[in-house]
């Protein structure tokens, strides 16, 4: 089996960080293949020996020609997220061209849950994992928990206004660090294996907004009410906000998977593969303060 990593989505948010956390635990740079739409943007990668390929999702024979030579792709998902499959449509184009390539284990970043899941993408990840196991190739899905950075979007507001509007009726949340995900995906990537693989990558607790309002009060200082809404309520508030309708319903969608307790399960499986405890939520948000208490 080839020992060659290819990782699309590099010049990514996560991306970026599984090849940085690759490079930190020794793989070697001339194992990692950094794919991209824009390979200007990852210049620094080239300048340090690490070879970029462009990588166009929308185009499979290009992708096929991307993709050979290479032991592992790691299919990070895209942000197609216009209600049409487009996101799903480049994910299959991504696992056939893979195929076609000769590849000879799959990769994917999934999310917790996506059978039961009542988010309005949740059908592009289950899809593509059935495409990724009908396939018959070894394969590591990683079901990745909801990211904490997501935070960073909600609390300024919120705690500039004093109130988080919020429809999740009491429900929890395992929030996880976007860089120890990516740490761990590095962590399995860099270890050749046959067997196939699921992991669920969540944070080591699961929390109401009530008990991350309290932290976060702790944190800046601030008074922070949760004041509890409908759906309705939510989406028409988040109009009024100017919100466009399209990005609505994923943000009631992410309530209501809240509400189900859907994003509240709680696993192991990234301390095992980082090799230590994920860090807690009242740590990130002292820390991460400067970011969003204006």
Do not use: C
Request: hydrophobic share 40%; aromatic share 4%.
């Amino acid at each position: 089996m080839s020992n060659t990593i290819f990782v699309t989505g590099a010049s990514g948010q996560l991306g970026q960080l599984v090849v940085k956390h690759l490079l930190a635990r020794g793989v070697a740079h001339s194992r990692i293949i950094a794919g991209t739409r824009s390979p200007e943007k990852l210049a620094d990668l080239a300048a340090a020996g690490i070879e970029v390929r462009k990588t166009d999702f929308e185009d499979p024979k290009s992708l096929t020609e991307a993709f050979k030579g290479a032991g592992t792709v790691l299919i990070i998902s895209t942000d197609a997220l216009d209600g049409a499959d487009t996101r799903l449509k480049q994910h299959r184009n991504a696992v056939s061209a893979a195929v076609a390539a000769g590849v000879e284990r799959l990769a994917y970043t999934s999310q917790p849950n996506p059978d039961s899941s009542l988010l309005t993408f949740a059908p592009d990840h289950l899809e593509t994992e059935r495409t990724i196991k009908a396939i018959g190739l070894p394969h590591v899905i990683f079901r990745n928990g909801w990211y904490r950075e997501n935070l960073l979007r909600s609390l300024p507001n919120a705690l500039k206004s004093g109130q988080w509007h919020s429809a999740t009726e009491g429900g929890r949340t395992s929030y996880v660090a976007r860089e120890e995900i990516a740490e761990a995906i590095a962590a399995a990537l860099a270890t050749s294996t046959p067997h196939s693989r699921i992991y669920t990558l969540t944070g080591p607790e699961a929390l109401s907004n009530e008990e991350i309002a309290e932290l976060a009060r702790r944190a800046t200082g601030k008074p922070l009410a949760v004041v509890h809404v409908t759906d309705q309520q939510l989406a028409t508030g988040l109009k009024a906000a100017g919100v466009p309708d399209g990005f609505i319903s994923v943000l009631v969608s992410i309530e209501a998977e809240i509400r189900a307790g859907n994003l509240s399960i709680v696993t192991d499986h990234l301390e095992s593969l980082i090799g230590r405890a994920p860090k807690r939520l009242a740590d990130y948000l002292e820390e991460a303060k400067s970011s969003y208490a204006g």
